[in-house]
């Protein structure tokens, strides 16, 4: 505790702050968007030496080495391949001067110090990221079933009762789109930009 302070006191922490959108473009993960495809910032956290840019396509994790050096590393976390659990809030103590914004995607841990007068801002990013996780949930459900399907389709088709010449390659393809269509587009959502618009007030 007293070393947490000390570090605050003496300005070598790494308590991130709430970046407001009227400043998105001075940030460096603005630099990274792919905003050819529609992608834009909703929510992110600054802190001395890393930026953590929540998207409506992505986590964008801009991480740097130190807070002296210029080097950084650039880790793109998209949520139609990236799933995002455990997510908690850890508030802060009365001597604290930080909370703790906590998750998982892709089996990367993250935790991140926030400035405590901007808890208001951090229970917004935590109501969406729940919301993520349950949508990628169920999206990751509906596609098991669809490979269920998939199979008990497969088990009529036996060699013994193969449909006519020609017929097998048609009816081959047809089902073959419509399971990437279901894998890929119906049941993998990638634009969260509705989910961001009802939880993100800043």
């Given at each position: 505790?007293?070393k947490?302070?000390?570090a605050?006191?003496?300005?070598i922490s790494?308590i991130?702050?709430i970046?407001?959108?009227?400043?998105?473009?001075?940030?460096?993960?603005d630099?990274y968007?792919?905003?050819?495809?529609?992608e834009q910032?909703?929510?992110?956290?600054?802190?001395?030496?890393?930026?953590?840019?929540?998207?409506?396509?992505?986590?964008?994790?801009?991480?740097?080495?130190?807070?002296?050096?210029?080097k950084r590393?650039?880790?793109?976390?998209?949520?139609?391949?990236?799933?995002?659990?455990?997510?908690?809030?850890?508030t802060?103590?009365?001597?604290?001067?930080?909370i703790?914004?906590?998750f998982?995607?892709?089996?990367?841990?993250?935790s991140i110090?926030?400035?405590?007068?901007f808890?208001?801002?951090?229970?917004?990013?935590?109501?969406a990221?729940?919301?993520?996780?349950k949508?990628?949930?169920?999206?990751?459900l509906?596609?098991?079933?669809a490979?269920?399907v998939?199979?008990?389709?497969c088990?009529?088709?036996k060699?013994?009762?193969?449909?006519?010449?020609?017929?097998?390659v048609?009816?081959?393809?047809e089902?073959?789109?419509?399971?990437?269509?279901?894998?890929l587009?119906?049941h993998?959502k990638r634009?969260?930009?509705?989910?961001?618009?009802?939880?993100?007030?800043n």
């Open positions: 505790m007293f947490k302070l000390a605050e006191a003496l300005g790494d991130g702050v970046v407001g959108p009227a400043d998105y473009s001075k940030v460096d993960a630099d968007l792919f905003s050819e495809d529609g910032i909703f929510f992110l956290i600054k802190s001395k030496k890393d930026e953590y840019c929540f998207t409506n396509l992505a986590l964008i994790h801009v991480d740097g080495d130190s807070a002296v050096s210029s590393s650039i880790k793109r976390y998209d949520y139609a391949s990236c799933c995002i659990s455990g997510v908690s809030i850890e802060a103590g009365t001597l604290d001067m930080d703790e914004l906590k998982t995607i892709a089996q990367t841990p993250f110090d926030v400035k405590k007068t808890i208001e801002q951090l229970k917004d990013i935590y109501k990221l729940i919301s993520i996780g949508q990628q949930q169920r999206d990751a509906c596609r098991d079933n490979l269920r998939l199979d008990a389709t088990s009529v088709h060699l013994n009762i193969a449909p006519g010449e020609g017929t097998l048609t009816q081959y393809g089902l073959l789109g419509a399971l990437n269509t279901a894998m587009e119906t993998t634009d969260f930009s509705d989910v961001f618009g009802k939880y993100i007030h």
